[in-house]
T-cell receptor, first 111, second 114 residues
């Protein structure tokens, strides 16, 4: 089974720091998703990428198709950004059931 | 949020009993999914549906069945619950079009099998 690897698994930072979370995958994909899950909460879609870069507020997501790698950046981090961030990929030709999820990165932003 | 709701939010049951979780959507999406989330694992697909009465198995389907008799409802049944099925269950919908896909998740069901 194709894997999705996220790093780091856990990250604790101070408020205001620039945060980077990484996601790597093994074969060609048609889409990559970044998701956010707050403690005890549901899962929210942040971005879908197939190429390039997307920005929403303080969040920036990039993808390098050749290197099979994506990053999620958070600028001016805030305690409310504390959550688990999940990367998911849809492998090319994977069909309707073709999403593979990473194990998540647990982020804590301390005031 | 694509109008997706799950019920119940929490359930405690005993080993050997049947359990049904419900996922309801209001936006007429074709694709619906049931995942389970466990520590140390990414979300894992149990079953999915691509239309009324059209369902297929996912990665961890043993011990689970699903039904979709209406577009808006996708039911997950644990035929005889076991302790290994203690987990958080998420229903999801995907909305696709012109090279774009968005995922919507329900709030989750915390299931404990004692």
């Amino acid at each position: 089974k194709n894997e999705v690897e996220q790093s780091p698994q856990n990250l604790t930072a101070q408020e205001g720091e620039f945060i980077t979370i990484n996601c790597s995958y093994s074969v060609g994909i048609s889409a990559l998703h970044w998701l956010q899950q707050h403690p005890g909460g549901g899962i929210v879609s942040l971005f879908m990428l197939s190429s390039g870069k997307k920005k929403h507020g303080r969040l920036i997501a990039t993808i390098n198709i050749q290197e099979k790698h994506s990053s999620l950046h958070i600028t001016a981090s805030h305690p409310r950004d504390s959550a688990v961030y999940i990367c998911a990929v849809r492998y090319s030709g994977g069909g309707a059931d073709g999403l593979t999820f990473g194990k998540g990165t647990h982020l804590i932003i301390q005031p | 949020d694509a109008g997706i709701t799950q019920s119940p939010r929490h359930k405690v049951t005993e080993t050997g009993t049947p359990v049904t979780l419900r996922c309801h959507q209001t936006e007429n999406h074709r694709y619906m999914y049931w995942y389970r989330q466990d520590p140390g694992h990414g979300l894992r697909l149990i079953h999915y549906s691509y239309g009324v009465k059209d369902t297929d198995k996912g990665e961890v389907s043993d011990g689970y069945s699903v039904s979709r008799s209406k577009t808006e409802d996708f039911l997950l049944t644990l035929e005889s619950a076991t302790s290994s099925q203690t987990s958080v269950y998420f229903c999801a919908i995907s909305e696709s079009g012109q090279g774009h896909e968005k995922l919507f998740f329900g709030s989750g069901t915390q299931l404990s099998v004692l």
